[in-house]
Structure formats: structure tokens, C-alpha cells
């Protein structure tokens, strides 16, 4: 099997290059071009010294923000539901074990999500890389989880059972209104790095295999903040504990970052 890992780093050593002004500018414009980016909310392709830095740009001017829980991306909906019995799915006939995604170190909390809700944001590599925080939240600790990187678009997720299993992928535990909450960033191939804003000791895609924990007394985020982001697309997993939320999303449908996705039920 092809070390997705390996190919990972190595695109990722390419895109994080920064090549003379003119050569840059045409493999920007290449690329910009190949998957058909809209730049219309960004700086001018040629400002971007390098690949990573137009993989990950920055919104030139904030979003607004509307009211309630908002999707922390520029995603797809692969897949949303109910968690029954620890299951989730990644697709429709291909299902993986929250007690699985979630690791060992936090098997206390998988029962606490019988019947809550999970969302599948998918980022293809033309979407906007960076995620924010959809509500405002008291994060309790991050966990760093090295693993494969397959790729997460349609093909794969319908061709690998418990793809988000397998792959690389930090985990952010968080409560809102006394309830629980699940930010799981997944990992994917050439997607060379994740990064965690608050947490600058994540190192993701490297060749440790060490399960890492992060934990918080006083930590709170507000929603919209900078979460973090990928390099090149990949997929942003929530899930959230029975009572939290009252979704407002379809699967299938596409969605902004700064668009809300949901109510809080929890604390009315």
C-alpha cells in the first residue's frame, strides 16, 4: 500500500516552498485555475509567497456572523444523523464506532452521546482551509491522534470503512451550556499539516506515533475565532451531545463558515 504519510510530507515540503515571484505566481494561477477557486473574498493570487500560504489565505474582510450556532467551515454535508448504539457513519452503508474515533481517552464520554447529534463537513481543496469556533465554548482539552492519511472525498468514504478511524486527526473536547461537545479535525492525504491556534505544541503528520493529550481549567473561545486550518482540503467532524443543539442542515447541501446551522437548546 502506497504510504500516504510519505507522499503527504513530501507534497507538503513542495507547498511550502516558496519559489521566485514569476514561478510562483504561475503555479498559483495553475492551481487557482485546476480547481477553480473563487478568489473574490481573498488577496490577489500573486500576494501568496507560496502554496500553503494560498491553500490556507485569510478572508480579507470578516463575515458576518448570524445569530445562533454557526458552521465552522466552508464545507459539503457528507452525512449527518443520530449516534445509535456508538454508531456513526461517514457515508450512507459505511458506519465507524465513536468509541473509536474518540480513542481511549475519553471512553467516559461515549455513552453521554447516545442520541446526540454528529455533522460530516467535508472541505474539498478549493474550499476555504480555515475553521473557526462555532459557538462560544469552554474548551476542556485536545488530543492529537497520529494515524493514515487517506484520502476523505466521496470515493474513498464509500471504497474504506471507518476511514475517519483510520486517519490522523485532533480532538477537541469542549462544553456548551453544561453539555458536551466534539470537534474532531480529520486528517487526509497532502493535507500536511492541522493546526490548532491555542495549541502550538501540535505537530501533525510527523513520524511520532504518540497519542497526545492537552488538557484546560480556564480556557474559552468565543464564536467565529480562528480555529485553526488545514493544508489542502479535508473534513471537520462535530458532534454534540442529545439536547444541545437543534439542527437547521440538510445532507448534501453546501455551507459557508458564518452561515448558522443550528439553535442552542440547552440552558433555555
Same mark, same amino acid.
Do not use: W
Given at each position: 500500500?502506497?504510504? $500516504?504519510?510519505?507522499?503527504?510530507?513530501?507534497?507538503?515540503?513542495?507547498?511550502?516552498?516558496?519559489?521566485?515571484?514569476?514561478?510562483? =505566481?504561475?503555479?498559483?494561477?495553475?492551481?487557482?485555475?485546476?480547481?477553480?477557486?473563487?478568489?473574490?473574498?481573498?488577496?490577489?493570487?500573486?500576494?501568496?509567497?507560496?502554496?500553503?500560504?494560498?491553500?490556507?489565505?485569510?478572508?480579507?474582510?470578516?463575515?458576518?456572523?448570524?445569530?445562533?450556532?454557526?458552521?465552522?467551515?466552508?464545507?459539503?454535508? $457528507?452525512?449527518?444523523?443520530?449516534?445509535?448504539?456508538?454508531?456513526?457513519?461517514?457515508?450512507?452503508?459505511?458506519?465507524? #464506532?465513536?468509541?473509536?474515533?474518540?480513542?481511549?481517552?475519553?471512553?467516559?464520554?461515549?455513552?453521554?452521546?447516545?442520541?446526540?447529534?454528529?455533522?460530516?463537513?467535508?472541505? #474539498?481543496?478549493?474550499?476555504?482551509?480555515?475553521?473557526?469556533?462555532?459557538?462560544?465554548?469552554?474548551?476542556?482539552?485536545?488530543?492529537?491522534?497520529?494515524? =493514515?492519511?487517506?484520502?476523505?472525498?466521496?470515493?474513498?468514504?464509500?471504497?474504506?470503512?471507518?476511514?475517519?478511524?483510520?486517519?490522523?486527526?485532533?480532538?477537541?473536547?469542549?462544553?456548551?451550556?453544561?453539555?458536551?461537545?466534539?470537534?474532531?479535525?480529520?486528517?487526509?492525504?497532502?493535507?500536511?499539516?492541522?493546526?490548532?491556534?491555542?495549541?502550538?505544541?501540535?505537530?501533525?503528520?510527523?513520524?511520532?506515533?504518540?497519542?497526545?493529550?492537552?488538557?484546560?481549567?480556564?480556557?474559552?473561545?468565543?464564536?467565529?475565532?480562528?480555529?485553526?486550518?488545514?493544508?489542502?482540503?479535508?473534513?471537520?467532524?462535530?458532534? #454534540?451531545?442529545?439536547?444541545?443543539?437543534?439542527?437547521?442542515?440538510?445532507?448534501?447541501?453546501?455551507?459557508?463558515?458564518?452561515?448558522?446551522?443550528?439553535?442552542?437548546?440547552?440552558?433555555?
Amino acid at each position: 500500500m502506497i504510504c $500516504t504519510n510519505q507522499i503527504s510530507r513530501i507534497f507538503g515540503k513542495f507547498a511550502q516552498a516558496s519559489f521566485p515571484a514569476f514561478l510562483q =505566481k504561475l503555479i498559483n494561477k495553475a492551481y487557482v485555475k485546476l480547481m477553480k477557486l473563487d478568489m473574490g473574498e481573498f488577496a490577489p493570487v500573486e500576494s501568496y509567497k507560496s502554496l500553503n500560504a494560498l491553500f490556507t489565505r485569510a478572508l480579507k474582510q470578516p463575515r458576518a456572523l448570524q445569530e445562533g450556532v454557526i458552521s465552522p467551515v466552508d464545507a459539503f454535508i $457528507t452525512k449527518m444523523g443520530r449516534v445509535e448504539r456508538d454508531t456513526l457513519f461517514q457515508i450512507k452503508g459505511k458506519s465507524y #464506532s465513536l468509541k473509536k474515533l474518540l480513542t481511549s481517552n475519553y471512553a467516559d464520554c461515549e455513552p453521554e452521546f447516545e442520541g446526540g447529534d454528529y455533522v460530516n463537513f467535508y472541505l #474539498s481543496p478549493k474550499d476555504y482551509h480555515r475553521y473557526h469556533i462555532p459557538c462560544d465554548m469552554q474548551v476542556l482539552s485536545v488530543t492529537h491522534v497520529p494515524g =493514515k492519511l487517506f484520502p476523505v472525498n466521496l470515493k474513498y468514504l464509500k471504497k474504506i470503512p471507518g476511514l475517519f478511524v483510520e486517519n490522523e486527526r485532533v480532538i477537541i473536547e469542549a462544553q456548551v451550556e453544561g453539555k458536551k461537545l466534539f470537534l474532531i479535525l480529520i486528517g487526509a492525504l497532502n493535507v500536511g499539516q492541522m493546526t490548532v491556534e491555542f495549541e502550538k505544541d501540535i505537530q501533525t503528520n510527523v513520524k511520532s506515533g504518540v497519542i497526545k493529550k492537552y488538557t484546560y481549567r480556564e480556557l474559552f473561545v468565543e464564536k467565529g475565532e480562528l480555529l485553526g486550518y488545514f493544508k489542502m482540503g479535508s473534513t471537520v467532524v462535530m458532534v #454534540s451531545q442529545e439536547g444541545l443543539f437543534d439542527l437547521d442542515l440538510h445532507e448534501g447541501s453546501k455551507v459557508r463558515f458564518g452561515e448558522a446551522i443550528a439553535a442552542i437548546k440547552a440552558g433555555r
